[in-house]
Structure formats: structure tokens, C-alpha cells
């Protein structure tokens, strides 16, 4: 895995995405590209994966856009949200709620297809 030193995931808010096919471990695949979500001092980087230990993904689940996660002081980061009815599929960024524990944050939410 190598990190590409001009690649930044803010760069990428804003943005849809027409396949997101969920999450697995720390790895998340949007469109053609797989990231990684790596802890770096108890908060959370997103890299572009390129390394052998990528996950397998199998068909595309949903249609997201990136957004940005920080609306309060206790949580700084970014979420996946469903453009069809705003269901949050992925939370990554760094939790401040306790103020003696920064924690890093990695919340894959799959729907529950028996109520959709």
C-alpha cells in the first residue's frame, strides 16, 4: 500500500458517486477505486488502497455522496450518504466526545434489506 502524496479525500466531498460497494474491515469502494480508512495518532486518514490486502467487493449496493461530518465538536470526519433516501452507509473521521480519549471512527452501516 503506498500513499499517492498528492491525493487528498477532502478533495473529494461534494462528490457523487454512482457505486458504492460497501465496506469491509477498514477498506470502502467507491466507483472503480478502493480506499482505506488507516488510524494516524488516533484519528482517521483515508488513503487510496493499492495494496494486495484489498478486500473483494461485489456488486454495487448504492449511490452516495460524500459529505462532510462535523456539524458538532465531538465529531470531525466524513460520511456516505444514500442519494435515494439519505441513509448514512459509512461514518469515518475522529470522535472528541471524551475529552481524556480521542478515538478514530470507521461506522459501516448496511441497510436492513428486509425493511426497505
Same mark, same amino acid.
Given at each position: +500500500?503506498? /500513499? ?5 479525500? %477532502?478533495?473529494? *466531498? ?10 469491509? %474491515?477498514?477498506?470502502?469502494? !467507491? ?7 488507516? %488510524?494516524?495518532?488516533?484519528? +482517521? ?7 494486495? /490486502? ?9 449511490? *452516495? ?13 466524513? /460520511? !456516505?450518504?444514500? !442519494?435515494?433516501? %439519505? ?14 480519549? *480521542? ?7 448496511? /441497510?436492513? !434489506?428486509?425493511?426497505?
Amino acid at each position: +500500500m503506498t /500513499k499517492s502524496d498528492d491525493f487528498d479525500f %477532502e478533495d473529494l *466531498v461534494g462528490e457523487e458517486f454512482d457505486f458504492f460497494y460497501g465496506a469491509s %474491515e477498514r477498506f470502502f469502494k !467507491l466507483d472503480d477505486t478502493i480506499y482505506e480508512a488507516i %488510524e494516524d495518532d488516533d484519528s +482517521m486518514e483515508v488513503i487510496i488502497s493499492e495494496g494486495p /490486502k484489498q478486500p473483494t467487493f461485489g456488486l454495487p449496493i448504492a449511490r *452516495v455522496v460524500l459529505e462532510r461530518d462535523d456539524n458538532d465538536d465531538e465529531f470531525v470526519g466524513y /460520511k !456516505l450518504t444514500d !442519494l435515494h433516501d %439519505e441513509h448514512c452507509w459509512l461514518r469515518i473521521g475522529t470522535d472528541y466526545s471524551a475529552p481524556w480519549h *480521542v478515538q478514530a471512527i470507521f461506522d459501516y452501516t448496511p /441497510k436492513d !434489506l428486509d425493511h426497505v
